[in-house]
């Protein structure tokens, strides 16, 4: 059966530095999330992309957050200066219609 | 805002049923959402309603649903401690965003 999948499974990295998480949507989809959870705290909203463009984002997916697709297959998120706020669980997802489907996950820690 | 809210943990034994429920705000839902996590895992999609409907059943799964209160309700039949995990409910936006609960966590005793 398809399946999302994300990668790193974990990162870590300092505060202030750059990250990109990586994830591999199912390969007929057509609308990609990302999704975060804080340790503790509800699953919440970052960004959707559909058409090779966002096609909404939250209040967290500020400047310091971008998303792309790279190559037709990849889904990416880019952190460009970490902070220690931005530790937690990030959830890529992917649909086609009705149900969005979700990865593993990528741990962030930020120290 | 939208909100979607459900009770944090829930025990029961393996063998009897378990019923997990859910309130949510946005009185326009047109699609909700059952999703379970396993520890160190993701979130796996176990089934979902079409706001018109009454009742979902999906082998062991029951999903209930009333719109004018706005609770939607998950039935887990002879559960087992394979059951064991968090539960969520979801509610879609009209922008296709979904809106999570907290989480229910779903406690199976031999």
């Known amino acids: 059966e398809p399946e999302v999948t994300q990668t790193p499974s974990h990162q870590v990295t300092q505060m202030g530095q750059e990250v990109i998480l990586r994830c591999v949507p199912i390969s007929n989809h057509l609308y990609f999330y990302w999704y975060r959870q804080i340790l503790g705290q509800k699953v919440e909203f970052l960004v959707s992309?559909?058409?090779?463009?966002?096609?909404?984002k939250s209040e967290i997916f500020d400047d310091q957050f971008s998303v792309e697709r790279p190559d037709g297959s990849n889904f990416t998120l880019k952190i460009r200066s970490t902070k220690l706020e931005d530790s937690a669980m990030y959830f890529c997802?992917?649909?086609?219609?009705?149900?969005?489907?979700f990865g593993p996950g990528t741990r962030l820690t930020v120290t | 805002g939208e909100d979607v809210e459900q009770s944090l943990f829930l025990s029961v034994r393996e063998g009897d049923s378990s019923v997990i429920n859910c309130t949510y705000t946005?009185?326009?839902?047109?699609?909700l959402y059952w999703y379970k996590q396993e520890p160190g895992a993701g979130l796996q999609l176990l089934t979902y309603i079409f706001s018109n409907m009454d009742m979902k059943q999906d082998q062991r799964l029951t999903v209930l649903l009333n719109k004018k209160d706005k609770h939607l309700s998950l039935r887990i039949a002879d559960t087992q401690t394979g059951d064991s995990a968090i539960y969520f409910c979801a509610d879609v936006s009209n922008t296709g965003k979904l809106i999570f609960g907290q989480g229910t966590t779903l406690q199976v005793k031999p």
């Open positions: 997802a992917s649909s086609v219609s009705r149900a969005e489907y």
């Open positions: 946005d009185s326009s839902s047109t699609y």
């Open positions: 992309f559909y058409n090779n463009e966002i096609s909404e």
